[in-house]
């Protein structure tokens, strides 16, 4: 059995639907007067053309916890890459979205993607498996951000990490920041391992020859 879950930010209400049927949301914080030292009352910054990040979660099931893995990249569309993880830091100009696996990057057979990714895994039948990424985004209309991502063995546990660590992380600047929203995804092991998986994904990239050793350049 297996499950995804879709979360608003602090500042949202919950939104009422059928469990496993909530709606994706991504919240757009207003521009707001910082309240911080360092940063212009007031102040726009423009936005420079930045990356479209596309968020979609998914989950699989495996013989293994490697497999079961791979099964979840294969339903989130993004198999085929060779993944690059990212520290998490939304460039100037950047657009947050989250959108169905069918929306999702696409290139060519062993390309690079550029991603920010929360795995989670559960072996033991009845146990759950939940990961999740959480965003903030500055106030001055810039578009810069931060990602945090978890993940853990209860829904409770990791919104209870995003939510720390990212409050944090954006207390640690002297920018003004509001959550923009998180999404999470579950998975339930029944007989066999399960894998619970939220990607952000930046941008592709192919692969740049490499001259033989000892050729001239």
């Known amino acids: 059995m297996t499950s995804t879950r879709t979360l608003p930010g602090p500042h949202m209400p919950a939104i009422s639907a059928p469990d496993q049927q909530k709606e994706d949301l991504v919240v757009r914080p207003p521009v707001q007067t910082p309240a911080k030292p360092g940063v212009h009352p007031g102040r726009v910054i423009p936005q420079a053309a930045g990356p479209r ?97 978890h993940s853990g063995p209860t829904e409770a546990s990791v919104n209870a990490d995003l939510s720390a660590t990212l409050g944090a992380m954006m207390d640690n600047r002297p920018e003004h920041y509001v959550e923009g929203g998180r999404l999470l995804s579950s998975a339930r092991c029944a007989d066999a391992p399960v894998s619970a998986l939220v990607v952000a994904s930046f941008q592709t990239a192919g692969w740049t020859p490499v001259a033989p050793v000892g050729t001239a350049l």
């Not at 520290?87 to 060519?108: F, I, Y």
Request: hydrophobic share 45%; proline share 4%; net charge negative.
């Open 53 to 149: 990040i596309r968020l979609s979660r998914s989950c699989g099931t495996g013989a293994t916890r490697l497999a079961a893995f791979d099964a979840a990249l294969v339903a989130a569309g993004l198999q085929d890459f060779n993944l690059v993880p990212l520290s998490s830091v939304v460039p100037l100009g950047a657009t947050v979205e989250v959108v169905s696996p069918a929306e999702q990057l696409r290139g060519r057979h062993g390309d690079l993607l550029y991603c920010v990714y929360a795995a989670a895994y559960a072996t033991t039948p009845g146990a759950e498996a939940w990961a999740g990424i959480a965003w903030g985004l500055r106030t001055d209309g810039s578009g810069a951000g931060l990602f945090v991502e």
